[in-house]
């Protein structure tokens, strides 16, 4: 354990901060362009249901489950609809397009997310051989040849697109779609717990040529592992380790003008609206 000193030392720390801030009650301080009151210290009683532990609806884990039929459940939005939406931008686009299959799709997807778990990156994945000997290879070819995938990365696109048009509009209009579907579908699968946690995401994209590598704008966090790329603000079950709502953050310009942010400030306003978001899911 820490020495006697040292939990002492922290425990008139905390005192004093008390202490202090006891003394501001009733004092406003200005934060930019929002003016605080200091109120007393209170403690909201729990909850009737402060013990709700956090459900998986819809799904029962029998002695005949699959990880397949549990993300066909857990996939936000219909499988069908967004294969269709893709093939029918593809097929206006090339004339030689070979429409992608449910089990193309799904083998898509399940190599999306495997590629994570191999060291190997990239084209590297699908080699046959390893290039040491710890690891075997990823051999990704025994499931889907690499220009396939490739293929079916570009129009994986315009899965959630409302049309083949959507991609000239400059905005974040042909992925809105893929974050209110991703929302909805948890708002329908689970039953959160009283453990809600906020947080950032990151999904990592570095421009070769361009500026924002064609997305309409690209965020800079430096304290993140991969600093570069689209921000996510999100809002996690504690207790299940699920994401429940994602908020894209879509640029300075587009985010101060989003719900909130005039009264309150950004800060306050993301964590006001993922707030609304969790407490739809809690219904």
Same mark, same amino acid.
């Given at each position: 354990g820490e020495p006697a000193e040292t939990i002492a030392r922290h425990a008139k720390r905390m005192t004093d901060a008390l202490a202090k801030i006891k003394g501001l009650e009733g004092s406003t301080i200005k934060a930019h362009d929002t003016t605080w009151k200091v109120v007393r210290e209170h403690h909201v009683p729990p909850p009737p249901d402060a013990d709700r532990k956090p459900v998986l609806n819809g799904y029962v884990f029998d002695a005949h489950w699959t990880l397949l039929s549990l993300f066909l459940h857990l996939y936000p939005g219909n499988p069908a609809r967004d294969i269709e939406r893709a093939n029918?931008?593809?097929?206006?686009?090339?004339?030689?397009?070979?429409?992608?299959?449910?089990?193309?799709?799904? +083998?898509?997807? =399940?190599? *999306?997310?495997?590629?994570?778990?191999? @060291?190997?990156?990239?084209?590297? #994945?699908?080699?046959?051989?390893?290039?040491?000997?710890?690891?075997?290879?990823?051999?990704?070819?025994?499931?889907?040849?690499?220009?396939?995938?490739?293929?079916?990365?570009?129009?994986?696109?315009?899965?959630?697109?409302?049309?083949?048009?959507?991609?000239?509009?400059?905005?974040?209009?042909?992925?809105?779609?893929?974050?209110?579907?991703?929302?909805?579908?948890?708002?329908?699968?689970?039953?959160?717990?009283?453990?809600?946690?906020m947080d950032e995401s990151?999904?990592?994209?570095?421009?070769?040529? +361009?500026?924002? =590598?064609? *997305?309409?704008?690209?965020?800079?966090? @430096?304290?993140?592992?991969?600093? #570069?790329?689209t921000e996510l603000k999100t809002v996690c079950d504690a207790i299940m380790g699920v994401m429940l709502f994602m908020e894209l953050q879509k640029g300075m310009v587009v985010m101060r003008a989003t719900p909130h942010v005039n009264t309150l400030g950004v800060t306050s306003a993301v964590a006001i609206r993922l707030g609304y978001g969790a407490a739809n899911a809690i219904r």
């Amino acid at each position: 354990g820490e020495p006697a000193e040292t939990i002492a030392r922290h425990a008139k720390r905390m005192t004093d901060a008390l202490a202090k801030i006891k003394g501001l009650e009733g004092s406003t301080i200005k934060a930019h362009d929002t003016t605080w009151k200091v109120v007393r210290e209170h403690h909201v009683p729990p909850p009737p249901d402060a013990d709700r532990k956090p459900v998986l609806n819809g799904y029962v884990f029998d002695a005949h489950w699959t990880l397949l039929s549990l993300f066909l459940h857990l996939y936000p939005g219909n499988p069908a609809r967004d294969i269709e939406r893709a093939n029918d931008f593809m097929s206006s686009n090339f004339a030689t397009w070979q429409s992608i299959t449910m089990r193309e799709w799904i +083998t898509f997807l =399940g190599l *999306l997310a495997a590629g994570a778990l191999h @060291a190997d990156q990239g084209i590297d #994945l699908w080699n046959a051989e390893s290039p040491g000997d710890v690891f075997p290879a990823a051999n990704f070819s025994r499931y889907m040849p690499r220009r396939r995938f490739e293929a079916i990365f570009e129009a994986a696109g315009y899965c959630k697109a409302a049309g083949p048009d959507v991609s000239s509009t400059g905005d974040w209009a042909m992925w809105d779609s893929a974050v209110e579907e991703w929302n909805a579908s948890r708002l329908l699968l689970f039953t959160v717990g009283v453990i809600l946690v906020m947080d950032e995401s990151m999904s990592a994209w570095c421009p070769q040529t +361009t500026p924002t =590598g064609g *997305l309409p704008n690209i965020s800079f966090v @430096a304290r993140k592992p991969e600093p #570069l790329g689209t921000e996510l603000k999100t809002v996690c079950d504690a207790i299940m380790g699920v994401m429940l709502f994602m908020e894209l953050q879509k640029g300075m310009v587009v985010m101060r003008a989003t719900p909130h942010v005039n009264t309150l400030g950004v800060t306050s306003a993301v964590a006001i609206r993922l707030g609304y978001g969790a407490a739809n899911a809690i219904r």
